[in-house]
C-alpha cells in the first residue's frame, strides 16, 4: 500500500495540453497495462543544471498523482517544486517531435527546452548536448 500518495487536480501541479494527452494514450495503450501512469521528474545535468524526464512508470511511495481521465501522472517528491504550475505539450514539427515543458519556475532554459536553471538553483550547468 502506497501511504504517502497525494491526489491532486491537474491544474494545481500540471497541466497538459490536448495533443499531450492524446500522445500518452497512446503510450500507454501500446504497453497495455493499467499500472502505468505517465511520471514526470526532474534530475540534475543538462546545460542549465537541471532536465526533464517522462517515462511511463507504476505510482511509488511519496508520488503525486493528478487523475487525468483514464490515466494518471505521477511527480515524485523532489521535482514536484521544479515543475510545479507547468504545462506539458507534445510537439510534432519540421525539428523533431516530443514532450516539450512550458515551465514558469525556470528562470534559464537550453535553446532545446530539454534542460533548466530556477531562481533557487540546483544542479551543475554541463556542456550543451542538443545540437542547436
Do not use: W
Request: overall charge negative; some cysteine; glycine content about 12%.
Amino acid at each position: 500500500m502506497i501511504e504517502q500518495t497525494q491526489q491532486k487536480s491537474e491544474s494545481s501541479v500540471v497541466t497538459l495540453t490536448p495533443l499531450a494527452m492524446e500522445k500518452i494514450r497512446e503510450l500507454l495503450q501500446q504497453e497495455n497495462d493499467p499500472n502505468l501512469g505517465l511520471r514526470i521528474f526532474v534530475a540534475s545535468g543538462g546545460c542549465s543544471g537541471l532536465q526533464y524526464g517522462m517515462t511511463l512508470d507504476e505510482e511509488q511511495e511519496g508520488d503525486t498523482v493528478i487523475a487525468q481521465g483514464d490515466f494518471k501522472v505521477l511527480i515524485d517528491e523532489m521535482s514536484l517544486d521544479y515543475v510545479n504550475g507547468s504545462e506539458i505539450d507534445y510537439v510534432d514539427s519540421l525539428m523533431g517531435a516530443g514532450f516539450t515543458v512550458n515551465n514558469p519556475n525556470a528562470v534559464t532554459t537550453c535553446s532545446c527546452g530539454h534542460s533548466f536553471r530556477t531562481a533557487s538553483g540546483g544542479g551543475e550547468p554541463r556542456g550543451c548536448a542538443c545540437g542547436r
